[in-house]
């Protein structure tokens, strides 16, 4: 009852935002190219997003946004007290952060537009509804007159594809160290945190290798997760040039997270996107290490990770 309640009530507000929506997205081109976090699951992805809108004034898909998916500029632009009030702190869970005026991956707008699934080329954009899709993120940057910043670890299949829409976007890669991520995702996986496994029972992205996994234990496919997601975001990379995209190291981040986002920030400023702070964050986040699985699963981490290894290896 309280769903159906909830769902009335969202499309009532969607329908009274409807002509503001209109009126807000914006056929211009966007002053700044769109940025893209990316990663495996369970990588810092949400952390570098926290830390990146907190510390910078960015145009970004809340939690407002993300509930009223179909007319997101609208909301965020009604919406902006609280997001311009909202400063993180960097407790979030399984990618959620809190609060109405907090950074959302935007997972409800962007199945208005995309499937999630293997991984995806730049073949599919004639397909898209481009127009909607370029209106939107430049409509919520120009509401927010900000550069226009997203995280979202299933656009780390697609870089490809994200750059056949938005051909001049830039990409931050957020990298952890592989076996604390792969331990990290086969706990939250175990603990049913974050997004339900889908049909081939992957937990989250999948990477391009994924088709040789399906069936397999929890421990191999986190393995492949890990692994193939950031060999994908490697191979895309070399396709569409690897300087629009940034690495960051997980652990060198949560050693001096101010270093690193001013690294970011200069980054940015040679593509030419120009942002200015907004508050402050933390001198330093806790890094903590993945301890051990159990035996037997550490014995399966360790055969998947020299099987799978060869084969990221050897394309």
């Not at 609280?82 to 960097?90: E, K, P, Q, S």
């Not at 339900?196 to 399906?214: L, N, T």
């Not at 980054?267 to 702070?277: K, Q």
Request: hydrophobic letters at 45%; proline letters at 7%.
């Amino acid at each position: 009852m309280r769903k159906l309640a909830i769902g009335a009530a969202r499309a009532v507000g969607h329908a009274a935002l409807w002509p503001l929506e209109r009126a807000l997205a914006n056929d211009a081109a966007m002053a700044s190219p769109p940025i893209f976090i990316v990663g495996p699951p369970r990588s810092g992805t949400s952390l570098v997003y926290e830390a990146l809108v907190t510390r910078y004034r960015f145009a970004f898909m809340s939690n407002l946004a993300h509930r009223f998916y179909l007319t997101p500029v609208g909301a965020s632009w009604l919406g902006r007290p609280a997001i311009d009030r909202w400063r993180g702190n960097f407790t979030s869970r399984y990618g959620h952060i809190a609060g109405w005026g907090a950074p959302n991956e935007g997972g409800w707008i962007w199945r208005r537009w995309l499937i999630d699934g293997d991984w995806q080329d730049e073949s599919t954009a004639e397909i898209l509804p481009l127009a909607d899709m370029r209106r939107t993120v430049a409509g919520l940057a120009h509401a927010m007159n900000a550069p226009f910043v997203n995280k979202n670890v299933m656009h780390a299949n697609r870089l490809r594809l994200m750059n056949a829409i938005w051909p001049n976007a830039l990409f931050i890669e957020v990298r952890r160290a592989p076996k604390d991520n792969i331990r990290s995702i086969v706990r939250a996986e175990r603990k049913a945190g974050g997004p339900a496994p889908d049909a081939g029972g992957w937990w989250s992205v999948r990477p391009s290798i994924a088709p040789q996994y399906v069936g397999a234990d929890d421990v191999t496919r986190a393995v492949a997760q890990v692994l193939g997601v950031r060999s994908d975001i490697e191979c895309d990379g070399a396709v569409i040039g690897p300087a629009r995209i940034f690495r960051v190291e997980h652990e060198q981040l949560c050693l001096d997270p101010r270093r690193t986002l001013d690294g970011i920030a200069q980054w940015l400023s040679d593509f030419g996107v120009r942002i200015t702070e907004r508050g402050q964050i933390p001198e330093r986040f806790e890094n903590r290490s993945s301890a051990p699985l159990p035996a037997h699963d550490e014995a399966t981490l360790a055969r998947a990770w020299e099987e799978i290894g060869r084969i990221v290896e050897n394309g």
